[in-house]
């Protein structure tokens, strides 16, 4: 089984500062997810990487595949932004989670 | 709406007990998945479909837990004879065929065991 690994568990922010939240994993992965989970369980997919980074609006992610570590970076942080940040690495079609990042972004 | 839809949304029953959950992923998805997530806990992997075949189940599956697919479409998950340790949300996911397709969840059913 992949082991996958979330840091920090738990972060708070002030709005408008640089968010950072890492991932690591122990096998080789055919992707890596980055998923948001608003209070109310439902869960929305943010990004899926293989390699490289990906930016959308103020959430940038990044997979390093040599060393099996991914980070999700929010710029300009806004409250609207707490949420729990889960990763995820698939190997064909299995997804293990990691237990999550609660971000709490204050005004 | 054309994405995940699970349902009930909530669910609460009492000791022993039997629930059924129904999901119906995105249409063109032929892959569905199920998971459960406590609380403080990211999602564990409970099982998986192919179309209508069953492809996967994990230890968590207890033989309570049942899961089907008939048309390769919707999907229903039965938990017999509940137990308080059942309390969960229930999420369910779709996605296509590939090793690189992304997935897409539902809203979840929290169940609550009383």
């Known amino acids: 089984k992949n082991e996958v690994e979330q840091s920090p568990q738990n972060l708070t922010a002030q709005e408008g500062e640089f968010i950072t939240i890492n991932c690591s994993y122990s096998?080789?992965?055919?992707?890596l997810h980055w998923l948001q989970q608003h209070p109310g369980g439902g869960i929305v997919s943010l990004f899926m990487?293989?390699?490289g980074k990906k930016k959308h609006g103020r959430l940038i992610a990044t997979i390093n595949i040599q060393e099996k570590h991914s980070s999700l970076h929010i710029t300009a942080s806004h409250p609207r932004d707490s949420a729990v940040y889960i990763c995820?690495?698939?190997?064909?079609?299995?997804?293990?989670f990691g237990k999550g990042t609660s971000l709490l972004v204050t005004p | 709406d054309t994405g995940v839809s699970q349902n009930p949304r909530h669910k609460i029953t009492k000791r022993g007990q039997n629930v059924t959950f129904r999901c119906d992923p995105i249409?063109?998805?032929?892959?569905l998945y199920w998971y459960r997530q406590t609380l403080g806990q990211g999602p564990e992997f409970l099982t998986y479909?192919?179309?209508?075949?069953?492809?996967?189940k994990s230890r968590l599956l207890s033989d309570r837990f049942s899961a089907e697919r008939p048309k390769g479409s919707f999907s229903t998950l039965e938990i017999q004879r509940t137990e308080q340790g059942d309390s969960a949300m229930y999420l369910c996911?779709?996605?296509?065929?590939?090793?690189?397709?992304?997935?897409?969840f539902g809203q979840g059913t929290r169940l609550t065991v009383v």
């Open positions: 996911a779709s996605s296509r065929t590939g090793g690189r397709t992304e997935a897409f």
């Open positions: 096998v080789g992965i055919s992707a």
């Open positions: 990487l293989s390699s």
């Open positions: 995820a690495a698939s190997s064909g079609y299995a997804l293990n």
């Open positions: 249409s063109e998805h032929n892959r």
């Open positions: 479909f192919q179309n209508e075949a069953q492809l996967e």
